[in-house]
């Protein structure tokens, strides 16, 4: 079945890197994201990556995948208090009429 | 571009009232969909759609209905509320290629 697993919290002190990860089911699904979602708001795409590959850096934020395993994480160096949010992973079902499926979002704390 | 936009922010029900949803895209997406937040759950897809007049349930689509007469709007419409329905509510837009997503603000639905 369709099912994106991501643990619930996560709390790191300013300056440390995050590491959030995410299991996902579809070994066809072309592409995968992270989305972030600041208290109150909607949510906004943070960062991508196409299933040819196997990581994807852009600025403070690393992608790793690894599609023997269907797992996906994302790394924020140097986390900073204003990265306090909820980050979704969602995996893209191309055999779905490319609808994205979600994991539960990760709470992340950062703490001074 | 206003981009995504919801209207309202804020609704109260009492069980069994009826009420819509707005949402409208000024960016020409064909993809338009619905979601709704639940405390750890995620976002749950409850219908969606390929372009104007075709419209398809997702996951969680009981108790809503949906249109899409205009390319740029896709109401959802609760036609008994229960207090079941009480959640955040998300529309999102997508366009082609990576297939990102652009979320609106969410509509805070209660009801009692």
């Known amino acids: 079945g369709e099912d994106v697993e991501q643990s619930l919290f996560l709390s790191v002190r300013e300056g440390d890197s995050s590491v959030i990860n995410c299991t996902y089911t579809d070994s066809s699904s072309t592409y995968l994201y992270w989305y972030k979602q600041e208290p109150g708001a909607g949510l906004q795409l943070l960062t991508y990556i196409f299933s040819n590959m196997d990581m994807k850096q852009d600025q403070r934020l690393t992608v790793l995948l690894n599609k023997k395993d269907k797992h996906l994480s994302l790394r924020i160096a140097d986390t900073q208090t204003g990265d306090s949010a909820i980050y979704f992973c969602?995996?893209?079902?191309?055999?779905?009429?490319?609808?994205?499926?979600f994991g539960q979002g990760t709470e992340l704390s950062v703490k001074p | 571009n206003a981009g995504v936009t919801q209207t309202p922010k804020f609704q109260v029900l009492k069980t069994g009232q009826s009420m819509t949803l707005q949402c409208a895209q000024d960016?020409?997406?064909?993809?338009m969909s619905w979601y709704r937040q639940d405390p750890g759950m995620g976002l749950r897809l409850i219908h969606y759609s390929v372009g104007a007049g075709i419209t398809d349930q997702g996951e969680v689509p009981n108790g809503y209905n949906v249109s899409r007469s205009t390319t740029e709007d896709f109401p959802l419409r609760l036609l008994s509320a229960a207090p079941s329905q009480t959640s955040v509510y998300f529309c999102?837009?997508?366009?082609?290629?990576?297939?990102?997503?652009?979320f609106g603000p969410g509509t805070r639905l209660t009801v009692t």
């Open positions: 999102a837009s997508k366009r082609d290629s990576p297939y990102e997503q652009y």
């Open positions: 969602a995996e893209k079902m191309d055999n779905q009429g490319g609808k994205l499926i």
């Open positions: 960016m020409n997406h064909e993809y």
